[in-house]
């Protein structure tokens, strides 16, 4: 449709490269995804150490994405500030958390097992109270990678 290209290539030529209706549904089909059930989330839950500090906060973000339902971006993104245990929610904010599509809201926690509660609940405290962690610090923090004497992280 181009000055230069109509005398070389026809309209017709370039339709043939579109998909039919039929292919255009079966490509754009939104298939669902396998997700483990609440028992298989309780098992690892379960089963889970949580002797170490990486480990009690790997149990806490487990329990944490099952009590909330929050996505993992935005749950990477949060601080200690966000969440209200009293209230039992979480607040998303858009200018400081990674939320979908930039969106502003308040969450509450699903009605689960106490112990994911406890759990979380539990992280928050030792945050608060063990480590002095302040509401501007995250609620989970990253792991500090480090190269030892030997050459490896």
């Given at each position: 449709?181009?000055?230069?290209?109509?005398?070389?290539?026809?309209?017709?030529?370039?339709?043939?490269?579109?998909?039919?209706?039929?292919?255009?549904?079966?490509?754009?089909?939104?298939?669902?995804?396998?997700?483990?059930?609440?028992?298989?989330?309780?098992?690892?839950?379960?089963?889970?150490?949580?002797?170490?500090?990486?480990?009690?906060?790997?149990?806490?973000?487990?329990?944490?994405?099952?009590?909330?339902g929050?996505r993992?971006?935005?749950?990477?993104?949060?601080k200690l500030k966000?969440?209200?245990?009293?209230?039992?929610?979480?607040?998303?904010?858009?200018?400081?958390?990674?939320?979908k599509?930039?969106?502003?809201?308040?969450?509450?926690?699903?009605?689960?097992?106490?112990?994911?509660?406890?759990?979380?609940?539990?992280?928050v405290?030792?945050?608060?109270?063990?480590?002095?962690?302040?509401?501007?610090?995250?609620?989970f923090?990253?792991?500090?990678?480090?190269?030892?004497?030997?050459?490896?992280?």
């Amino acid at each position: 449709m181009h000055p230069g290209y109509k005398s070389r290539i026809n309209y017709t030529d370039m339709e043939y490269f579109n998909l039919s209706e039929k292919e255009v549904r079966i490509a754009t089909t939104r298939r669902q995804k396998a997700v483990p059930t609440l028992e298989q989330i309780y098992h690892v839950i379960k089963t889970m150490p949580n002797q170490s500090e990486i480990e009690r906060r790997n149990l806490g973000l487990i329990a944490f994405t099952l009590l909330t339902g929050s996505r993992d971006s935005a749950t990477a993104s949060l601080k200690l500030k966000d969440i209200d245990l009293d209230r039992n929610s979480v607040f998303l904010d858009a200018r400081e958390v990674n939320t979908k599509f930039s969106k502003t809201f308040t969450t509450y926690f699903f009605p689960v097992d106490n112990r994911i509660y406890q759990i979380v609940s539990d992280w928050v405290h030792y945050l608060k109270e063990e480590l002095l962690c302040g509401n501007d610090d995250p609620l989970f923090p990253k792991t500090n990678v480090i190269v030892s004497e030997n050459r490896i992280f």
